[in-house]
């Protein structure tokens, strides 16, 4: 049967204005924001109006820049609210950071992109930056090695976007070199991001057994001035122990 689906424009231009807001979090002009998503500037003003009133989009006090609104928040907060794997893996990231102390992450694989969805900070001043919500390459992380592997090369590489993207000197970007990388996770059960997403970081990861395939994963991130002798072993253990149990949570889901 042929999809006879139309998108309704004024719906898309919506969308199109509130993931702009959500992946670029900055106070944007009119014209900014309709040069960005060529959308003429005057049908542009009557929707941010709209979404003004409503509240997902926020206006300064010239009411001549926005960002997102609280509306977004509460709509975001719903979304974590009701998933039910971010509740089960709330007590494993708080038991990973009471052990190691470094920033934890619970991460989605979507499309190309791994989705934070949790974090718990480190208890060091020096840590990484990161945010609930903040979207990066899956081939650039551990969190995204640890579920590209959980399928077959092929299938992985129709999941990314060609060419990689590089953050780094360290970023994997060969497919060849990203096929050996996830031979390795497949073979050891975790994957590592030796500054492959920011330098000075180095990340282990590893999938969470709720689904199979495995839709999230979590990780710990650790700063090189800190990766001493047996700080490797000490995360991947960690990892492994807390997360391996969680296969038999499965039916709970």
Not at 161 to 167: A, G, I, K, T
Not at 171 to 195: F, K, M, N, Q, S
Request: proline share 4%.
């Amino acid at each position: 049967m042929q999809d006879d689906f139309q998108p309704v424009k004024s719906a898309g231009r919506t969308l199109d204005v509130l993931e702009v807001l959500a992946d670029q979090p900055r106070a944007w002009t009119l014209v900014d924001l309709a040069r960005a998503l060529d959308i003429p500037k005057s049908s542009l003003h009557g929707l941010m109006r709209t979404m003004t009133a409503r509240g997902w989009v926020r206006a300064d006090e010239t009411g001549t820049r926005f960002r997102l609104g609280m509306r977004a928040l509460q709509v975001g907060a719903a979304y974590l609210d009701g998933d039910d794997s971010v509740a089960v893996m709330s007590g494993v990231l708080d038991e990973l950071s009471r052990r190691l102390g470094e920033t934890v992450h619970l991460g989605r694989i979507e499309g190309d992109q791994i989705v934070y969805l949790a974090k718990r900070d480190s208890t060091h001043r020096l840590r990484l930056y990161s945010a609930v919500g903040r979207r990066l390459p899956a081939h650039a992380t551990a969190l995204g090695k640890a579920l590209l592997a959980q399928h077959p090369d092929a299938d992985a590489d129709a999941m990314l976007s060609w060419p990689l993207q590089r953050l780094t000197a360290g970023t994997i970007t060969d497919r060849d070199a990203l096929h050996r990388a996830l031979a390795t996770v497949r073979e050891t059960g975790y994957a590592v991001d030796r500054e492959e997403n920011a330098d000075g970081i180095m990340c282990f990861a590893m999938a969470v057994p709720l689904t199979v395939p495995a839709t999230d994963a979590v990780s710990v991130s650790v700063p090189t001035t800190r990766m001493t002798a047996g700080v490797d072993e000490g995360v991947v253990a960690a990892l492994t122990d807390l997360l391996q149990p969680l296969g038999q949570a499965r039916s709970m889901l």
